[in-house]
């Protein structure tokens, strides 16, 4: 998901020891990676506590994932 969304390598080092910052970095993380499919913050928030049902949504849906 980095990779996906141009972050460098020292992100997940920080998401995975850094306690409340893995948090945010986490939604900043999954932010720029739903943009990457054209979806906005209201779909962000859904993800949030719903991601059973967006993530299946994202994956059969009709979203292409724009490379921008």
Same mark, same amino acid.
Request: aromatic residues 20%; hydrophobic residues 60%.
């Given at each position: /998901?980095?990779?996906? *969304?141009?972050?460098?390598?020292?992100? =997940?080092?920080? /998401? *995975?020891?850094?306690?409340?910052?893995?948090?945010?970095?986490? *939604?900043?993380? =999954?932010? +720029?990676?739903? +943009?990457?499919? @054209?979806? @906005? %913050?209201?779909? !962000? *928030?859904? !993800? %949030?506590?719903?991601?059973? %049902? !967006?993530?299946? /949504?994202?994956?059969?849906?009709?979203?292409?994932?724009?490379? +921008?």
């Amino acid at each position: /998901m980095l990779q996906i *969304i141009n972050r460098p390598w020292w992100w =997940l080092l920080i /998401m *995975i020891f850094v306690p409340i910052a893995n948090i945010i970095f986490s *939604i900043i993380a =999954l932010k +720029e990676f739903l +943009e990457k499919f @054209g979806k @906005g %913050i209201g779909f !962000t *928030i859904a !993800t %949030i506590f719903f991601p059973f %049902i !967006t993530f299946p /949504m994202l994956a059969f849906g009709d979203d292409q994932f724009k490379n +921008e």
